[in-house]
């Protein structure tokens, strides 16, 4: 949708680089884009891209609830390449403010889980960096992990 979207980033990077489906109805249309059922990206037409695609919130909805297309990763140590990385900034309400997908891991710990996101550095991003300075302006942030199937 916008290039600076870290929603559309993930997306992108799940649908061309690890070959997740798109879940489209019929003939896609505007109407449909806040269906969570839906996952979807109509490209070059600007704002055709379902709220699932575009907007944290409803990708966890999407992938999470409305279609069970992922799960959970409840440690660190199974943390993965290609695994998604879901920003929590309010602390535990699961309101996702960022996404970002797992680019790289050097440790079985969150402080060898590096990261791509929608800004520069796109690639090894270190959580063991990152997460520590965004709680200094959010001080209950967490970071949780999920890992989508195609």
Known sequence: MFDNDCTNFVSQALYHGGGARMYVAGDPHPGQRNDNRLWWQLWPKRFMSTYSWSAVNNFYKHFMTAQKRAVWVTSWKDVSVGDILLWDF???????????????????????????QHSAPYDYRKLSVSLPGVRIKYPNAKVYAIRVWK
């Open 90 to 116: 309010s602390g535990g309400t699961l309101d996702f403010g960022h996404a970002a997908i797992v680019s790289k891991i050097t440790s079985g710990s969150w402080k060898g889980v590096q990261y791509a």
